[in-house]
Nanobody, 124 residues
Framework: VQLQASGGGLVQAGGSLRLSCAAS????????MGWFRQAPGEEREFVSA????????NYADSVKGRFTISRDNAKNTVYLQMNSLKPEDTAVYYC??????????????????WGQGTQVTVSS
């Protein structure tokens, strides 16, 4: 499956952004989807994940209550709504697909396909 992330940009602290990740090539509903991020000089880290049906989600503690993951299987797209953004949210955000579609893994190695990333910059 090919993944294309979009929606990043520059926003002030306290602002909001919505990231999108469009999938193509294979049946989108066969996959759980996740969002990860990587700040300069840091390792890639888990942000959020959602099962194929959307019935379960998982969030990193650092974004819980501020970010919301969702998906629209008819549009082959997963979203990440990011509210109350902080400067420490600045990173390249990546979407990823996991063939274990009923899980919401936080482990990088569990994901089979990755998008190219979209930059999110939060100014203070």
């Amino acid at each position: 499956v090919q993944l294309q992330a979009s929606g990043g940009g520059l926003v002030q602290a306290g602002g909001s952004l919505r990231l999108s990740c469009a999938a193509s090539g294979r049946t989108f509903s066969n996959y759980a989807m996740g969002w990860f991020r990587q700040a300069p000089g840091e390792e890639r880290e888990f942000v959020s994940a959602i099962t194929w049906s959307g019935d379960r989600t998982n969030y990193a503690d650092s974004v819980k209550g501020r970010f919301t993951i969702s998906r629209d299987n008819a549009k082959n797209t997963v979203y990440l709504q990011m509210n109350s953004l902080k400067p420490e949210d600045t990173a390249v955000y990546y979407c990823a697909a996991d063939r274990s579609r009923s899980l919401t893994s936080s482990r990088i190695r569990d994901y089979d396909y990755w998008g190219q990333g979209t930059q999110v910059t939060v100014s203070s």
